[in-house]
Structures are given as C-alpha cells and as structure tokens.
C-alpha cells in the first residue's frame, strides 16, 4: 500500500511536528508548568522522510549568550543572558536537495571553517533538514559572530541555536525549539562534547535544568519559571581564551563524598532560588562550588582574586561562566552591578595581568532564540 507523505507547507504537519506526539512527533509543549518535563525526540514521517518544500526564501535568526553552570550546576544547568549573541541567515539553494553551504562567516577572524561538517552551524543544519524531512532544496548560511570564541558565553551553542531555528524558519517553523535542541546537541558534540546545559537555554531561554542527556536517548529538560525582573548578571571577559575541551581535560575523574555532598545541597539551592525568586540565595547557591571552580579557577589569572573583589563590592556571589574565562557575579540591581562590574575589571587587571575584553550588566533572557 502506498503511504502518503505530508509537505511541509501543509499546516496539518506543522501542528504535529510541533505540538503533539501523532505521527512519532516530538512529545513536547509549547507551553511550560512549574517541574514540567519535556522528552525530546526525532520525528519519523512516511519512512522517516518527510519531502519538505521552503516557505520563506531567507531567514535570518538570532541566539543569544549563556552562562552555564552557575556554579554547583555543572553539565545540569543554565540559563541564556542578555547583551550578546549570534546571528545566521540562511538562504534557499534552488535545486540542491540536502546541501548545506556556509557562504561566509563574520566576527571570527579567519578562525573558523566554512566546512560544514567541521563548523557547528553546519552540523546544526544538517540535523535540523533530517528532522524536517527530505528537502526539496538547499541550504546557504552566514554566521554573524556576536560572541567571542571560548569565552565561556556558550559561543558555540548560540551559533547552533541561531542555525537550527534559521533553518527551521525557512520551512515554516515545523519543529518545535524543544525538538531543535537534539540539532544543537549533535552541533555541541562535535566541538565542545554532548551538553546541553548551553544550548538549551540558548534556544528556549530562562532558567533549564538538564534532567538526562545521554547520547542515543531522549533529552529532558526542566524549564525553571522565574517571576522577577531584578535579577542582574555582572559580565566580565577578559582577553584570555579557555577552550572548552581543554577545561573539560582538567577536571577530576572521582570527588570525595563530602565535596559531592556540598555541590547536591548548593544545587538544590540554587533551584530553590530560581523557583522562589531569592535572588540573594541564587548568588549565594552560585559561590558555592567545592569541584569544578577550585579547579578550573587557577587556570584563569586573577580569577580567584576576581571573586573575592566581586562579592566585597556588593555582589551576593560569583563564580567562572562555563568552561571560563568569563567571570559571572549575581546582584539584584544596576548601580550595584556597575560598582561590581568595575571591582571585577580591576581585579583581572591588577591580580591576573589581563586586559578585559568586554564588561556588561545583563538580564535574564526569557526568550531564546528567535528571528531577527
């Protein structure tokens, strides 16, 4: 018996593919409750091939920065910030079917490949057209840098977040970012490794907590609501690049039991912050890492003296943002936040040598990636 195929500019498939579980579609929501989970998965439509036509001819999206980790968090949380991020157009190739070319990159200096199975954007792409189906056409891409590379802003993640919600956009917005997040894993792990706690809330925004991400099962995800809008992050990036697997390298293979007991009791603070909105408690839960900043922090000059001056100039924590070298402090109101912000300049400055390259006051970004 012959099947029938649905086309992605039908509006039947855009309702299954984003909204429900019918026809192996992703078994996700639109909409969020306190502790609500989100399984994520591939679609599988006529065979698993699904003869996708372009809607729109360009779509340019953007996605922005995040901090990760937020110190006892490590690999489980996360949360996407204000004042900076990354943008990618992509065009339709007419009659190409399932190419991916990236024209040019912006903002990177010459550093990153136009190969899109070496460039994050391209393997972000590539999954993104598997999920959709078998497009009709082509796909042409420009990366607009906005972020610097390893800078613990989650730099990679925002370039894949930016590409699988282009991509997404030129056929109509079928997939759902809840689902897109699988495109953005497989983008992470061919640079950075297999975590989400950057590209999920790159693509979602908020506050996600990564419940499970193992490679070869469904992702779920827990959006953490946060009601207040007070809520400051201190941004400073010092002139000093940390790549993330080489951060990754340094960490211990085995923790004592009473370090492991610290950073379960500070992380579950840290979500009781964000779920009541003590944002005093979110800062304090943040300082409190006994396993990856002890070891990590040194590799970054100055940082330690950086956290010491940040908490002294009124901030209620603050810890390494990512892999570093990015130094994330958390207070509650701007003029604190600048007082703050320049402690943490002087400190790089005067305690590790390094000259800042950019420092900001920021707000929780509540969206995640959308189209610009």
């Known amino acids: ?79 996407a910030v204000e004042g900076g991020g990354d943008t990618v157009v992509a065009k339709v190739l007419p009659d190409k079917p399932g190419t991916i070319v990236i024209e040019k990159i912006e903002g990177d ?47 990679s993640a925002a370039s894949a977040a930016a590409a699988a919600w282009a991509v997404n956009g030129v056929f109509g917005s079928p997939l759902s970012k809840q689902a897109l997040v699988m495109a953005g894993l497989a983008a992470e792990a061919s640079v950075s490794g297999y975590h989400a706690d950057n590209v999920g809330p790159s693509l979602l925004g908020g506050f996600v907590l990564i419940r499970s991400c193992k490679p070869g099962h469904p992702v779920e995800l827990l959006q953490l609501p946060f009601q207040r809008d007070d809520l400051h992050f201190v941004l400073v990036n010092p002139v000093f690049e940390a790549p993330t697997a080489e951060m990754r390298a340094v960490l211990p293979k085995e923790v004592p039991m009473k370090s492991m007991i610290n950073n379960c009791c500070q992380g579950g603070s ?14 304090q839960s943040l300082d409190s890492d006994v396993i990856i ?37 958390i207070v509650d109101n701007p003029e604190t936040g600048r007082k703050v912000m320049d402690a943490m300049s002087k400190a790089f400055k005067a305690s590790g040598k390094l000259d800042v ?16």
């Open 1 to 79: 018996a012959k099947m029938n195929c649905l086309r992605s500019g039908s509006s039947l498939q855009r309702q299954h593919l984003g909204n429900s579980n019918v026809l192996g579609a992703p078994n996700v929501h639109r909409t969020f409750t306190r502790g609500q989970r989100l399984r994520v998965n591939a679609a599988v439509v006529c065979g698993g091939k699904v003869y996708a036509d372009p809607v729109n001819n360009e779509v340019s999206a953007f996605a922005p920065a995040t901090v990760a980790n937020l110190g006892p968090g490590f690999d489980w949380m996360g949360c």
């Open 109 to 155: 200096k010459g550093r990153l490949s136009l190969d899109p199975a070496k460039n994050c954007i391209g393997v972000a792409a590539m999954e993104t057209l598997k999920m959709i189906g078998q497009p009709s056409c082509g796909i042409s891409l420009t990366l607009h840098k906005g972020l610097p590379l390893g800078s613990g802003l989650g730099s």
């Open 270 to 283: 840290l979500v009781t912050g964000i779920l009541t909105g003590d944002i005093k408690l979110i800062g």
């Open 293 to 329: 900043e002890p070891v990590r922090g040194p590799l970054i000059p100055g940082m330690m003296a950086v956290k010491e001056a940040a908490k002294a100039a009124g901030a209620f924590g603050c810890t390494i943002s990512g892999a570093g070298p990015t130094a994330v402090a």
């Open 357 to 372: 390259n950019s420092a900001k006051v920021v707000k929780l970004d509540p969206i995640g990636a959308k189209f610009a």
